[in-house]
């Protein structure tokens, strides 16, 4: 292991031979199970410049990222250094030539001190080969307060630290292995506003020092503080890298989403009735407040935000699980108290979770096991479930959603992602719900389910279900919303009708720094 | 290290830095010198050499199973089976020595089998993803067995006077303490100062961290049984040895006395934390509570309840702390 030697040395101020160090990546194309996910994209790094990556989800940023640090291999394409052709089979090797990254999802060992953290497997030695504690501690404080960050404590435990300082200890980390290149993968998406600055400050003193950042976040703010140049990637393709001066938020939005989309949707059925739940003012604790909107029957309306900008958090308070600190909520009219899920069903509201493998569905249970879950109150005579009822219920919604399973007694774990999708909709609609709030309907599944789920969606509407959608995906957030909610900063900060809204100008509310506390 | 105080600090005091990382081993450490003042007040006996001696040496070869039990812990991972291997490697060993060959290789030839078997346990986890409790479970199975069906549990008597590693005293302490003490120094500092000793704590604590800081996970955990098999043979040589007869079949329940011992020593279940200096004191601090409850007059069924309570409050205060990380 460690045979790079002593390795920790401060990266130095650029030296001329740091200065010639271009890294290319030239035509990388990669695919999965048949799926191009990266097709022909050329991305190149200049000494000392933040090159910025942009991207709606899905666009192929992690894939590229991953290439770059050695986690994935192109399927064409090839990475050059200086001009010379390389190729990493292991992170370790793209460490080696000078690549770190600091993942989205911090890769730490929350047991261990954060000198030991920033050392593993490149710890410095004494001359008996063994691990040399005192020059580890040592190294990490002269790192850490190289990064601006004297207060944080060598010692501790990184399970023990926040979000912010355990980023800070990967950037640490990166560096510790005299990165020339560091890769910060949405970097700022977990961070509070002053800790944003900070990081940006760190980005800033990092650069002048010669290194070249890939710098991916979404939001545009960040980007127009940082960036030299920006590289925007859609649907795996490349769609062009620009000098920031030559850009404007418009312009980069259209290049991120710019595509028809309006014949990939349903069309809406009938009109929107009279207004089923009303939000006046509703606040939980400082993560949301301001909230007021009102649901019709029948319609569905969609509310877009970046991750973070309190999107679920709304549909949280909604539903009873963070019951609502302030304001009122209105059903038909009349006041209401939601207290708790229970009270949010009794009510009428479903909620269909983000995350279905955790939050909506038992997965090495059948689909009758799972659609019996909500419900088991109704499907149970006296203490007992009523098979037969249970059974029921899972033909009724195996037949409704047109779920492609052998029959109720499958397991959940043995369907598709859309059909498991498909499943939590039966689940949650087998309370008979008037109001539905769908997080991320569509998250993780193949085009063609995501096409049956939005079909299905229009289809509830029709009957007179009022649907609240929360999605990432602005084509789908634009093509199934009847009205169009954005989120930024945990306020509503816009609302567009069906026609008014555009990609640009939903994308441009999404990511403007959200008024009050601009940059 | 010591010139600390003359240049500015760069971190916690030595002192908190051993307070923060040896919380549990404190507790231990205490917790017996606790029970020897307790019950040495009561009964005077508790304190002869005699007892002290039956007391270290006669439960030796569980610290030292409990040092290759923590690193397996640490790792990840667990070993239902070490109780079963024990009893294999003393049966081996016996008959070994009583058909005639040379001790050394009726001592070395069962450590080297047991190192051989659990490479191999350690590689079917690691490479097949097989939970370990499942792979140990079998092999307890499979060693428990194959050790009645083969010896029939016929008794190995007439031992050669010297093949009776643990009975020996060099500079009039008992061998299995000198081993027990050894090993535990030697053990520690493997896993604290050697990379292969911070990658056992790397890909137990985020096997996926791991990866990225260039470690093998899957090398790391058949190196760690392998040192675990490593252990137990001694452990087993040691209670092979222990008495003049071999009986020829696994001794009941010491599995979970070693694993007992990890945790309780302060090795978490869910891995990636704890030490075996943790492991060693808590062996002993057992071996002191099943002494102390005979020289109390208690039953000694109550030392297996005792046990699980410890068990119990160790695990919460675990659980506690990682909460309070969070």
Redesign the interface.
């Known amino acids: ?2 045979d790079r030697g002593p390795a920790g040395a401060l990266p130095t101020a650029a030296s001329p031979a740091a200065l010639a160090f271009p890294i290319e990546l030239r035509g990388a194309s990669k695919s999965f199970a048949g799926i191009r996910v990266l097709n022909d994209v050329s991305f190149d790094m200049r000494v000392g410049e933040v090159h910025a990556l942009l991207g709606e989800n899905g666009a192929g940023k992690s894939t590229l990222i991953k290439i770059l640090s050695g ?1 994935y291999r192109a399927d064409e394409g090839e990475i050059s250094i200086n001009g010379r052709a390389v190729k990493f089979a ?3 090797e793209a ?1 080696a030539a000078g690549i770190a ?1 600091v ?1 989205q999802e911090l ?6 001190t954060v ?2 953290n920033i050392f ?4 410095p030695k004494t001359h008996w ?3 040399d ?2 020059a580890m ?2 190294r990490a ?1 002269q790192l850490l307060d190289s990064l601006d960050s004297p207060d944080l ?3 501790a ?1 990184v ?2 630290l926040s979000i912010a300082n355990r980023q800070r200890v990967e950037i640490a980390r990166a560096l510790s292995q005299d990165a020339r290149v560091l890769i910060m993968d949405e970097p700022t998406a977990a961070l509070a506003e002053a800790d944003v600055q900070r990081l940006m400050d760190i980005v800033r003193r990092l650069k002048a020092r010669g290194v070249a950042i890939v710098y991916v976040s979404h939001r545009l703010s960040e980007i127009f503080a940082l960036a030299d140049r920006v590289t925007v990637l859609r649907d795996g393709n490349h769609v062009g890298t620009l000098d920031i001066g030559e850009v404007d938020e418009n312009r980069l939005v259209s290049m991120m989403v710019g595509r028809a989309i309006d014949r990939l949707y349903p069309p809406k059925q009938g009109e929107s009735g009279e207004s089923l739940l009303e939000l006046r003012h509703v606040a939980y604790r400082n993560v949301v407040s301001g909230i007021s909107f009102d649901l019709k029957r029948g319609e569905i309306l969609g509310i877009a935000g970046l991750v973070g900008s309190g999107r679920t958090e709304t549909a949280l308070t909604i539903f009873g699980i963070t019951p609502a600190t302030a304001g009122e909520i209105l059903i038909d009219g009349s006041p209401v108290t939601i207290a708790s899920p229970e009270a949010a069903r009794d009510l009428g509201i479903a909620y269909i979770p983000e995350d279905r493998g955790s939050q909506g569905l038992i997965r090495t249970q059948t689909i009758s096991e799972n659609v019996a879950l909500a419900n088991l109150k109704r499907l149970s005579t006296g203490f007992m479930v009523d098979a037969a009822k249970v059974r029921k219920e899972a033909e009724n919604a195996i037949r409704r959603f047109g779920i492609r399973a052998r029959g109720p007694d499958q397991t959940v774990r043995e369907l598709s992602g859309g059909n498991q999708q498909k499943v939590v909709l039966g689940k949650w609609l087998a309370t008979n719900p008037r109001i539905l709030i769908m997080d991320e309907p569509t998250r993780g599944i193949d085009v063609g389910s995501k096409a049956e789920i939005h079909i299905l969606m229009r289809k509830l509407a029709g009957e007179g279900m009022a649907i609240l959608m929360i999605s990432s995906e602005l084509p789908e957030v634009l093509g199934m919303s009847d009205r169009v909610l954005v989120m930024n900063g945990g306020r509503i900060v816009a609302t567009f009708d069906r026609q008014d809204a555009t990609p640009e100008a939903v994308g441009a509310a999404m990511t403007r720094a959200g008024g009050e506390k601009a940059a | ?1 010591s010139n600390a105080a003359t240049t500015v600090p ?3 005091t030595p002192f ?2 051993f307070l ?1 990382g040896y919380g549990q081993e404190i507790v231990v450490l205490l917790s017996i010198a606790a029970l020897f003042a307790v019950v040495g007040a009561v009964n005077q006996r508790f304190l002869s050499d005699n007892n002290i001696n039956a007391i270290f040496a006669g439960n030796a070869y569980i610290a030292i199973a409990a040092i290759g039990m923590s690193m397996v812990i640490v790792s990840g991972h667990i070993d239902v089976s070490v109780g079963s291997l024990i009893g294999v490697i003393a049966t081996m060993a016996g008959t070994l020595a009583v058909s005639g060959y040379p001790v050394w290789i009726a001592w070395v030839a069962p450590i080297l089998f047991a190192i051989a078997v659990n490479a191999g346990v350690g590689a079917l986890i690691a490479y097949t993803r097989i939970p370990s409790i499942v792979v140990t479970l079998g092999m307890l199975s499979i060693l428990k067995g194959g050790l009645i069906s083969v010896t029939a549990g016929a008794w190995i008597t007439n031992l050669p006077a010297e093949f009776m590693i643990a009975q020996m005293r060099p500079f009039g302490i008992p061998s299995a303490v000198w081993f027990m003490v050894g090993l535990t120094v030697i053990a520690a500092l493997f896993m ?5 000793g ?2 056992i ?2 890909v137990g ?2 096997i ?8 093998n996970p899957e090398r790391t955990v058949v190196g760690v049984f392998a040192l675990h098999g490593f252990f137990a043979g001694i452990a087993g040589i040691l209670f092979a040895t222990q008495l003049q007869v071999i009986q020829s079949t696994v001794p009941p329940n010491l599995e979970l006395t070693v694993i007992t011992a990890s945790v309780i020593g302060g090795v ?1 279940i869910l891995g ?2 704890g030490t075996v200096i943790g492991s060693t004191l808590a062996a002993i601090l057992f071996a002191c509570i099943g002494s102390a409850l005979i020289f109390l007059n208690v039953s000694a069924y109550w030392l297996r309840a005792v046990l699980g309570l410890m068990i119990l409050a160790t695990v919460l205060a675990d659980m506690a702390r ?1 909460r309070r ?2």
């Open positions: 292991m460690g986690l292991t992170p370790r460490h990254t993942h890769l730490l060992f929350p047991e261990l000198a030991e593993l497997g490149q710890a080969r063994l691990l504690w005192q501690r040592q404080r404590d060598i010692d435990k399970g023990t | 290290m760069i971190g916690r908190r830095r923060g604290r100062y050697t990379d292969f911070r990658a704590y790397a604590g985020n996926e961290a791991a990866r990225a800081a260039g470690l978490s990636g934390t990682r990380a969070r």
